[in-house]
């Protein structure tokens, strides 16, 4: 049973625009989000987090958005750049435990 | 910077070879995870531990093990290689000692079994 849905497997956004990069949650006792970032051959980085007492964190060019009551999360890129081609995984942890639940990614094309 | 390394970037191995696949951190974490990664199903967990020679399973555990004798190392084990269990596999650590649960990746190590 997931706990962390990332529906969009892959997403096309033309360089520029905004990239909307969608996760969702079972769990209403996860407390703490990630996004992290992935290349070919290459770990995955993180990228920006969110804690559940707040709707907004942004850093630079992405912004993550949370809405607790639709448990629902997501990562904006504006604008969206050529190096911005990646995987994407939204993860979740509950009240600080270790463990961190994640998505099964969302492959981001950015189109010239 | 946190630094993760694995020891291996490729691996190709036989079916029924023992394998072991290890991890360093050179940042005092206190916790250190194994996962694989395949197309379409994510970061899969396999094991974790909080501390030295502590484990815990993870989400898929089955014919792997783990060993942590130092907290800086945290090794995986497949004690007998099957071509199911070609994929990527990554490390992390990561400590909440900051307040913060954000994992740390290694580069991944790609393994085949034939």
């Known amino acids: 049973d997931q706990q962390v849905k990332q529906n969009s497997p892959s997403l096309s956004v033309q360089e520029g625009r905004i990239s909307i990069l969608n996760c969702d949650y079972t769990?209403?006792?996860?407390?703490?989000f990630l996004w992290y970032k992935k290349y070919p051959a290459e770990g995955p980085t993180f990228l920006i987090s969110?804690?559940?007492?707040?709707d907004k964190n942004e850093d630079g060019r992405f912004t993550v958005f949370l809405n607790k009551s639709a448990k629902h999360l997501s990562l904006h890129i504006v604008p969206s750049q050529p190096g911005d081609s990646a995987v994407y995984f939204c993860?979740?942890?509950?009240?600080?435990?270790?463990?961190?639940?994640f998505g099964k990614g969302t492959r981001l094309h950015i189109l010239p | 910077d946190v630094k993760v390394t694995q020891s291996s970037r490729y691996l190709v191995k036989r079916t029924g070879e023992k394998v072991f696949l290890e991890c360093v951190q050179d940042?005092?974490?206190?916790?250190m995870f194994w996962y694989r990664q395949d197309p379409g199903l994510g970061l899969r967990l396999i094991y974790f531990?909080?501390?030295?020679?502590?484990?815990e399973k993870g989400d898929i555990p089955e014919g792997y093990s783990v060993s942590r004798e130092k907290k800086e190392r945290f090794s995986l084990i497949l004690e007998s290689a099957s071509t199911n269990q070609t994929s990527m596999y990554l490390c992390?650590?990561?400590?909440?000692?900051?307040?913060?649960?954000?994992?740390?990746f290694g580069p991944g190590t790609r393994l085949t079994v034939l």
């Open positions: 769990n209403s006792m996860f407390d703490y």
């Open positions: 940042m005092d974490h206190e916790n």
């Open positions: 992390a650590s990561s400590s909440l000692a900051g307040g913060k649960n954000e994992q740390f």
């Open positions: 969110i804690s559940s007492i707040k």
């Open positions: 531990s909080y501390d030295v020679k502590m484990k």
């Open positions: 993860a979740a942890s509950e009240n600080r435990d270790d463990k961190i639940i």
